[in-house]
């Protein structure tokens, strides 16, 4: 930190009764603070009469580095309050912006890993066909029910984050039908689909899912059922 005070000042000689420092400056021309990394900075220190010592920034002497930085820093600061201040706010406000950058990168670094252990969730219980997602997992095909409990199942179901599951349709059915080697859960043989028998409300479609026959079934019988979401 110290350097970087040696700012927008002329060349400068500095004089006291026990010490004398010959500092080279840069004048920057604005009102903007900014600093060289290395400076070469002699100072003579009359600890004794007739006898000086003599830092610099390339060497390393008898006077400690850390004392040297104080007598400058501290008649910076005297000499040139309004200027220290002002690089000092300065600095300031860059850390604060630097560590407002790694706060949002370390923010964004862990959306992004959490988005893909959501993906991996996802793909580990669902199956993705064009536009659809489909429900694949141990709960797949588990039981077979009336065409009611089946839609309330699906309607009910809240399955990688995700609630807005329903029955498939008969064409749907056939779709996934022609992907079932995707599948990771085996499909049984006949499902229900949301396609209703429309000149009898009383029965819905079925999909044999071996063969891929449409079979209208009265909607009190019973048959495995596996939901189905759009994107």
Not at 52 to 69: C, L, M, P
Not at 175 to 180: A, D, G, Q, V
Not at 189 to 212: A, E, F, L, Q
């Amino acid at each position: 930190m110290l350097f970087k005070y040696i700012l927008l000042l002329l060349p400068i000689m500095l004089l006291s009764q026990d010490f004398i420092v010959d500092i080279n400056i840069t004048d920057s021309g604005d009102d903007n603070l900014s600093y060289i990394e290395k400076i070469d900075i002699p100072l003579v220190i009359e600890e004794k009469p007739q006898e000086e010592i003599i830092w610099h920034s390339g060497s390393a002497d008898s006077v400690q580095k850390n004392r040297y930085e104080k007598i400058i820093r501290n008649y910076l600061e005297d000499k040139y309050p309004l200027k220290v201040q002002e690089y000092k706010n300065f600095i300031q406000q860059e850390e604060e912006k630097e560590e407002a950058r790694l706060l949002k990168e370390k923010k964004l670094q862990e959306e992004y890993e959490e988005s893909l252990k959501k993906q991996k969730y996802i793909k580990k219980h669902t199956l993705t066909i064009d536009n659809l997602m489909w429900q694949d997992d141990l709960d797949s095909d588990l039981n077979t029910n009336t065409w009611s409990e089946a839609d309330n199942y699906c309607q009910a179901l809240h399955l990688v984050s995700f609630d807005n599951w329903r029955l498939p349709t008969d064409k749907e059915l056939k779709t996934l039908l022609n992907n079932k080697q995707k599948l990771k859960y085996k499909l049984f043989k006949s499902h229900w689909s949301s396609t209703k028998y429309i000149s009898n409300s009383r029965k819905s479609w079925v999909i044999d899912m071996s063969s891929g026959k449409k079979i209208c079934a009265k909607k009190i019988d019973n048959f495995y059922y596996r939901c189905v979401r759009n994107f």
